[in-house]
């Protein structure tokens, strides 16, 4: 059983910065990838950025790409989403999520921290 806890939202103007964080219960399950996801209200959850944790390897969906950046502390069991530029358009709930391989799904998922970016 893994237990996700994220922190490090809250409320910034637009063009401002935040760091999530996301840590892990144990560093003993079977960690392939975590990744960072997103809700909006009113809004589907959408996918934000993935990390392979062996390589490190990272993807992002193109709204994102050249203001956010992930990676994760290995010895800490700990992901970060580092958020730079935040526009209005960024506001949702973060979810930070875990797999245990390439072809599982996200089994494990933090309870969400609220991030609002205004104008």
């Known amino acids: 059983q893994v237990q996700l806890v994220e922190s490090g939202g809250g409320l910034v103007q637009a063009g401002g910065s935040l760091r999530l964080s996301c840590a892990a219960s144990t560093r003993t399950f079977s960690n392939y990838g975590m990744g960072w996801f997103r809700q909006a209200p009113g809004k589907e959850r959408e996918f934000v950025a993935t990390i392979l944790w062996g390589g490190g390897t990272t993807s992002y969906t193109d709204s994102v790409k050249g203001r956010f950046t992930i990676s994760r502390d290995k010895a800490k069991n700990t992901v970060y989403l580092q958020m730079n530029s935040l526009k209005p358009e960024d506001t949702a709930v973060y979810y930070c999520?875990?797999?245990?391989?390439?072809?599982?799904?996200?089994?494990?998922w933090g309870q969400g921290t609220q991030v609002t970016v205004s104008s």
């Open positions: 999520a875990a797999r245990v391989g390439p072809f599982a799904s996200y089994d494990y």
